[in-house]
């Protein structure tokens, strides 16, 4: 079995930053592209950014120059830095990985998200 789990998520002023973690567990073999995505109160959920394995990045553009991604492949861990927040971030957040499993098995998988509000 394998599990996404996200941490990091909180109450944040405008302006402010948080950095959310995501960590695989379970039988993985290798992770390949991780991502973030974001689902806003009445939205559907929308890419935020993602990450090859070798660590070419893609980002939204309402979070270019604010969001940073990243990956730590010994650790099965992705990460988002948020910079210069702003209330329109406001979403739950959520961890995609596609993972090969130790059977050999290839599934994208799902955290279960956590909450970022951003509100004075």
């Given at each position: 079995q394998v599990?996404?789990?996200?941490?990091g998520?909180?109450?944040?002023?405008?302006?402010?930053?948080?950095r959310l973690?995501?960590?695989?567990?379970g039988s993985i073999f290798r992770i390949n592209d991780m991502g973030w995505y974001r689902q806003g109160p009445g939205k559907q959920?929308?890419?935020?950014?993602?990450?090859?394995?070798?660590?070419?990045t893609y980002y939204a553009d309402s979070v270019k120059g604010r969001f940073?991604?990243?990956?730590?492949?010994?650790?099965?861990?992705?990460?988002?830095?948020m910079n210069s927040l702003k209330p329109e971030?406001?979403?739950?957040?959520?961890?995609?990985?596609?993972?090969?499993?130790?059977t050999?098995?290839?599934?994208?998988?799902w955290g279960q998200g956590t909450q970022v509000t951003v509100s004075s």
């Open positions: 599990q996404l789990v996200e941490s998520g909180g109450l944040v002023q405008p302006g402010g930053s948080l973690s995501c960590v695989g567990s959920r929308e890419v935020v950014a993602t990450i090859t394995r070798g660590g070419s940073t991604i990243s990956r730590d492949n010994a650790k099965n861990s992705v990460y988002l830095q971030d406001t979403a739950v957040y959520y961890c995609n990985a596609a993972i090969l499993s130790r050999l098995v290839r599934s994208d998988y």
